[in-house]
T-cell receptor
Framework: GAVVSQHPSRVICKSGTSVKIECRSL??????MFWYRQFPKQSLMLMAT?????????EQGVEKDKFLINHASLTLSTLTVTSAHPEDSSFYIC???????????FGQGTRLTVV | AQSVTQLGSHVSVSEGALVLLRCNYS??????LFWYVQYPNQGLQLLLK??????LVKGINGFEAEFKKSETSFHLTKPSAHMSDAAEYFC????????????FGTGTKLQVIP
């Protein structure tokens, strides 16, 4: 099946610094990728939809200046958490669509801890 | 608006016993329904999906789910649990007719007792 790789799997950063998380589709081109956030004991919440070559579409309540998304190629989308704070500590997971009416394939997630 | 409720954040079954993970949804239009499994430190893997047609859907690893519109349910079952089934399971719904806007439940962690 299609493989989506997310890097890093775990990251610890100091408060006030920025962290970049990469999401790559390894064996297919993904015009659309999604970014989710999952707090402990809560559901995955969609943060934004990333389309190659255009600006990401953010869900209501998600700060686009804080969570910068770049989808520069058909195989790579990045999420940068800027000026991270402890409340940004969470599990971030991406997914990519193989095609417009196909299932989404998920990365393994990134555990971000801000200290 | 769409939403998903998974009853029971933790479910324990004995090896060989029936697995039943409950999922109820709300949707303003005919939904797409999904079950995903997540093993530790791995991404989500699609177990099965319902879009249209037959209401009993068979997935991978012996799992199946039945779409019951009257009960707004999509419960996941497996006749006989294996140790390898221990994982977290997420029910999800999309009412946009596709895979774009998927809303996930809070997940159910399945423990299989030898």
């Amino acid at each position: 099946g299609a493989v989506v790789s997310q890097h890093p799997s775990r990251v610890i950063c100091k408060s006030g610094t920025s962290v970049k998380i990469e999401c790559r589709s390894l064996d297919f081109q993904a015009t659309t990728m999604f970014w989710y956030r999952q707090f402990p004991k809560q559901s995955l919440m969609l943060m934004a939809t990333s389309n190659e070559g255009s600006k990401a579409t953010y869900e209501q309540g998600v700060e686009k200046d804080k969570f910068l998304i770049n989808h520069a190629s058909l195989t790579l989308s990045t999420l940068t958490v800027t000026s991270a704070h402890p409340e940004d500590s969470s599990f971030y997971i991406c997914s990519a669509l193989l095609g417009p009416n196909t299932e989404a394939f998920f990365g393994q997630g990134t555990r971000l801890t801000v200290v | 608006a769409q939403s998903v409720t998974q009853l029971g954040s933790h479910v324990s079954v004995s090896e060989g016993a029936l697995v039943l993970l409950r999922c109820n949804y709300s949707s303003s239009v005919p939904p797409y329904l999904f079950w995903y499994v997540q093993y530790p430190n791995q991404g989500l893997q699609l177990l099965l999906k319902y879009t249209t047609g037959a209401t009993l859907v068979k997935g991978i690893n012996g799992f199946e789910a039945e779409f019951k519109k009257s009960e707004t349910s999509f419960h996941l079952t497996k006749p006989s649990a294996h140790m390898s089934d221990a994982a977290e399971y997420f029910c999800a719904v999309s009412d946009t007719g596709g895979y774009q806007k998927v809303t996930f439940g809070t997940g159910t962690k399945l423990q299989v007792i030898p």
